[in-house]
């Protein structure tokens, strides 16, 4: 099985940055994901990782170390509209290709 | 270019009734699946299809089961609802069997009473 542990909640203010960490434990790792979901509305895709480094996309990036099973998404300049919880969900080859997510950590920006 | 679509968008049961909630896939996409999400969780993986066939399958009991037809839309289909079962139901396509990227539709919040 996977242990995917990721804070409940953070606060961070508008046009600051803030990074949300997500460590996990599993025996066959085959990618990790980031997705943002708003209140009421569908996961959408934020980034993958399945080779240890930092991927960048915009405002967005996300990191990866596989040896520590550890990942973290980093919002930069933020906006009052990143206010969502955010979802760390890891691939396990022994699993075949579901997701396995995190509970998720809701992120509350502040003007 | 229509993303992954649910219907209905809301559902309420009583206990002991069954329920079917159907995807449609995102446009080229041949691969579905399915989660749970309850309030204030992460997503749980039900099943996943591919060329019509249930191809994976999550830590849920047989109550649970699905179909795929062969425009690769999907069906959910809950029998003997329990009051646990109330949740948002996703539903996922990916471009092929193994895609990196699972798109999400806004899901059929089902109420349980």
């Known amino acids: 099985g996977q242990n995917i542990d990721q804070p409940t909640e953070m606060t961070a203010t508008e046009g600051a940055i803030v990074q949300i960490n997500c460590t996990y434990q599993?025996?066959?790792?085959?990618?990790l994901f980031w997705y943002q979901q708003h209140a009421g509305e569908a996961p959408t895709f934020l980034s993958y990782n399945v080779l240890d480094g930092l991927e960048e996309k915009g405002r967005f990036s996300s990191f990866l170390s596989r040896s520590k099973g550890y990942s973290y998404l980093l919002l930069k300049e933020l906006q009052m509209k990143d206010s969502a919880s955010y979802l760390c969900?890891?691939?396990?080859?022994?699993?075949?290709?579901?997701?396995?997510f995190g509970k998720g950590t809701s992120l509350l920006v502040t003007p | 270019d229509a993303g992954v679509t649910q219907s209905p968008t809301h559902l309420i049961k009583t206990r002991g009734q069954q329920v079917t909630l159907r995807c449609s896939p995102k446009?080229?996409?041949?691969?579905v699946s399915w989660y749970q999400q309850a309030l204030g969780q992460g997503p749980q993986f039900i099943f996943q299809?591919?060329?019509?066939?249930?191809?994976q399958r999550g830590n849920f009991p047989d109550r649970f089961s699905g179909h795929q037809f062969p425009n690769y839309s999907s069906e959910l289909n809950v029998n003997a609802l329990l009051l646990g079962d109330s949740a948002l139901y996703l539903c996922?396509?990916?471009?092929?069997?193994?895609?990196?990227?699972?798109?999400f539709g806004p899901g059929t919040r089902l109420t349980v009473l």
């Open positions: 996922a396509s990916s471009l092929r069997l193994g895609a990196d990227t699972q798109y």
């Open positions: 446009s080229g996409h041949d691969t």
């Open positions: 599993t025996s066959g790792f085959n990618g």
């Open positions: 969900a890891v691939r396990d080859q022994n699993s075949g290709y579901a997701l396995n």
């Open positions: 299809y591919y060329e019509e066939e249930e191809r």
